[in-house]
């Protein structure tokens, strides 16, 4: 699976956005996406912002961005999307999003993309 970010960019504090993952390639093995973020502070660490499952299309939001932030699947279009509202100046970051499918072993896979900065201003 390849995975392509876009919509990232820089918005004032109190704003919105909406990322988007495309994914391509074996889109149909995919069982879970989501979001990551790593902020640009030296030492930082990535952090799981939203996720979603294939079936049943359960969500999960890390709780700094719960109530502002919604994750999105569009099946037929095979994207992702993350609509952040209300945006802060700590949700300045990398957004990389990610897909989990099974190998042919059924191992898991994970498939990164190549990130998208979003910077919000004070």
């Known amino acids: 699976v390849q995975l392509v970010e876009s919509g990232g960019g820089l918005v004032q504090a109190g704003g919105s956005l909406k990322l988007s993952c495309a994914a391509s390639?074996?889109?149909?093995?995919?069982?879970?996406m989501g979001w990551y973020r790593q902020a640009p502070i030296p030492g930082s660490q990535r952090e799981l912002v939203?996720?979603?499952?294939?079936?049943?299309?359960?969500?999960d939001y890390a709780d700094s961005v719960k109530g502002r932030f919604i994750i999105s699947r569009d099946n037929a279009k095979n994207t992702m999307y993350l609509q952040m509202n209300s945006l802060k100046p700590e949700d300045t970051a990398v957004y990389y999003c990610?897909?989990?499918?099974?190998?042919?072993?059924?191992?898991?896979?994970?498939?990164w993309g190549q990130g998208t900065r979003v910077t919000v201003s004070s």
């Open positions: 990610y897909a989990d499918e099974y190998g042919s072993s059924w191992e898991p896979l994970r498939s």
């Open positions: 390639g074996s889109t149909f093995s995919i069982y879970a």
């Open positions: 939203a996720a979603t499952t294939s079936v049943g299309g359960n969500t």
